[in-house]
Each structure stands twice: as structure tokens, then as C-alpha cells.
């Protein structure tokens, strides 16, 4: 009898023991290889999605009211596990109508609110109530209880944003239902009323150590006359940075916005910097995304891979792009350009 001589160098002996001792030989485990890459441009287009949410705000079972959210799916990134849509970012569209309120909660999910139409709604956001107006950004913190109440006579349309897959991948994804109770101590908004000028005395108080924005709401009029008047860049691009007052960084720790105002025909070729969520605030137009051609008008969604060379042009203007990026995610683990609040590098 002839024994074939074996390739392995590994003892059968040997890989019994790594077996029991839950070893696993990290030479098999093939290259390491963390690339990003694979993630695809998406569109939704608010043709397509309104009716659809339309026609889902007409349920009214109470369980769906509370989570009345249409989740965007992007199947294209990898080891998507978290629903998300432009990279580290998730999203969906939520709609609440006249009358109805969804019951407080908290999570540990940071989550802000971009609002696309409706009057008369707010979100109660650890106490305070955040008027949710066309164009508003309202911002959920970790850990905030929040409510949301339709006081008006419209349903209230907005696009919800979340840092779903950092906390899936950090096991801290938790969610807590109501009643309200410990509400911390938070200064109103009325404190940071005033651009250039904060309240002192409260970096104490347990939300301000969290490292997220003590203001929760973000009006439309200022966000849209900072973007309009901000510097043009060297792509042709005005930006507008929503920051914690505090601080001047971004508004929580996973999730930076923006408001970009286009007025050029066609904007310098770029690289983005981090995955960026784009809803169109007004105007229309096209985005070139690696080669992928995206045509938006307002209330559109579409996305925009980390790393993918980006044109937009215009095609009735000065058009506005709200922006909610990961990009803060990769700043803070050293993988971006410096603590730069830059979203585009040159190409
Ligand atoms: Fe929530």
C-alpha cells in the first residue's frame, strides 16, 4: 500500500488541537482585504417614492404609525447588514399625519431628521420641542427621548437619517420604548440663538459630555442663507457645515452635514471624501458618479459612494443639496484628510 504524501503542513494532530481549542490558522483565512469598494451610486427619485409614501401614511395601524418608515436599501455595499444606503450612513422616508403622534423612545442610534414637506409637526427631543418645517434638520442624539406630534393640518413628509451599521457593528444598537423618565437637563435652543455666542456652565451636564450637539434644531432659513453666501470652493461649490455650537465640529460623532448650494453649469471633477446621502432641497439637475449619471429635481434622494469622482451640473438653479455624510466616521479613525471639515478632495 502506498500513503500519498500530504501538502499540508499542518499535522492532522495538530489542526485536531486547533479544532478543539477553537483555533483557526489566520494563513488560510486568504488576503486581508477591508476595500470599500463595490458600492454603487443610488437614486430615488421623489416621483417614484412620494406616491408610495403617500399611499403607506394611509395606514393607521397604530404599531405602523409609530414606525411609519420606508427604509432605503443600497444591496450593492458590502457586508450590508445594517440597511444602509451611502456607505456607514442608513436612511428612509417617514411620513406623519395630521393628528397623529408617534410615542416616545430613545435609542442609542444617532438619528436626524431632514424635513421635505409639512407644517404644524414637531419632534420632542428631550424636552424640547423642535418645530419640524420644510427644510428643517432635526437632530435625535443617542440616548435623547423623542416623540414626534402632528399638531398641523399636512402630513409631514422627512427623510430619516441613522448611524445604523456603526452601532451593529459595535453591539450597541438598543432601543428603549417609553414613558419618558430621567429627562436630563438640556439649555434651550434659544440659548445658541445667536451666531458666535454660546451659553457657559453646562459641560457638566451629561448630554454635553456625549459629544453631540446640545441644539436641536437647525432652521431652514440660516442653513439656506449661509449656503447661498458661503465662499465658492475650487470645484465651483458653495458649502454650508451644520456644526455643534459648541465646538464647531460636526453634529455628532458618526454622521457630518451639509448644505451645498450649485449655481455653476458643471462643477470641477471631485473626489468625495466619504459617502455622502443627498436630498434635493430645490433646484434640478445631474450628478456624473463614476461614470453613473443620476438626473434629480427636488425632494430627490440619491447617493454618492466614498471615494467616487463626482460632477454635478445644473439645470435650474442655484440648486441645493442637503448632505449627510460618514465622512466623520473616517476623520476620527485617522483614515480621512486631517480633521480638514473638507467633503471633496481634488481628483
Ligand atoms: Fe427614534
Known amino acids: 500500500m502506498t500513503t500519498l504524501a500530504s501538502s499540508d503542513p499542518v499535522s492532522p494532530e495538530l489542526r485536531s488541537a486547533y479544532d478543539a481549542q477553537k483555533l483557526v490558522p489566520l494563513w488560510e483565512s486568504g488576503t486581508t482585504g477591508f476595500s470599500q469598494g463595490g458600492e454603487q451610486p443610488r437614486h430615488w427619485p421623489w416621483e417614484a417614492i412620494g406616491p408610495i409614501l403617500r399611499e403607506t401614511a394611509h395606514i393607521t395601524v ?7 418608515v420606508l427604509m432605503m436599501m443600497n444591496s450593492t455595499i458590502p457586508r450590508n447588514d445594517a440597511e444602509s444606503c451611502a456607505g456607514l450612513v442608513s436612511a ?9 403622534i408617534a410615542r416616545p423612545h430613545r435609542h442609542a442610534m444617532h438619528a436626524l431628521r431632514f424635513v421635505l414637506e409639512g407644517e404644524g409637526a414637531e419632534t420632542i427631543v428631550e424636552g424640547k420641542a423642535c418645530a419640524m418645517e ?35 457593528a459595535m453591539r450597541t444598537d438598543m432601543f428603549q420604548p417609553g414613558p419618558v423618565n430621567a429627562l436630563r437637563a438640556v439649555p434651550a435652543d ?12 453646562i459641560e457638566e451636564n451629561e448630554v454635553a459630555r456625549a459629544g453631540h450637539t446640545m441644539m436641536f434644531r437647525y432652521p431652514a432659513g440660516p442653513a439656506q442663507a449661509a449656503a447661498a453666501n458661503a465662499p465658492q470652493d475650487q ?7 451644520y456644526v455643534d455650537p459648541r465646538n464647531g465640529g460636526a453634529i455628532v460623532p458618526t454622521i457630518d452635514c451639509y448644505l451645498m448650494q450649485l449655481e455653476e453649469a458643471e462643477t470641477a471633477k471631485a473626489r468625495s471624501l466619504g ?73
Open 134 to 168: 420644510p427644510g428643517d434638520l432635526v437632530v435625535t442624539p443617542g440616548w435623547a427621548w423623542h416623540e414626534h406630534h402632528n399638531k398641523g393640518g399636512k402630513p409631514t413628509l422627512w427623510v430619516d437619517i441613522l448611524d445604523l451599521a456603526i452601532h451593529r
Open 235 to 241: 470645484f465651483g461649490i458653495r458649502l454650508a457645515r
Open 62 to 68: 397604530p404599531s405602523i404609525v409609530e414606525r411609519r
Open 190 to 201: 434659544r440659548a445658541y440663538g445667536a451666531a458666535g455666542i454660546v451659553p457657559v456652565g
Open 275 to 347: 459617502a455622502q446621502l443627498c436630498v434635493v432641497v430645490a433646484g434640478a439637475g445631474e450628478s456624473d458618479i463614476d461614470g453613473t449619471r443620476i438626473a434629480w429635481r427636488r425632494h430627490d434622494v440619491f447617493t454618492i459612494p466614498r471615494g467616487a469622482t463626482v460632477v454635478h451640473r445644473i439645470s435650474e438653479g442655484p440648486a441645493q443639496i442637503f448632505v449627510a455624510s460618514d465622512i466623520e466616521i473616517y476623520r476620527r479613525l485617522g483614515q480621512a484628510d486631517g480633521n480638514d471639515p473638507a467633503l471633496f478632495a481634488a481628483v
Open 92 to 100: 428612509g422616508v417617514q411620513a406623519l399625519m395630521p393628528g397623529e
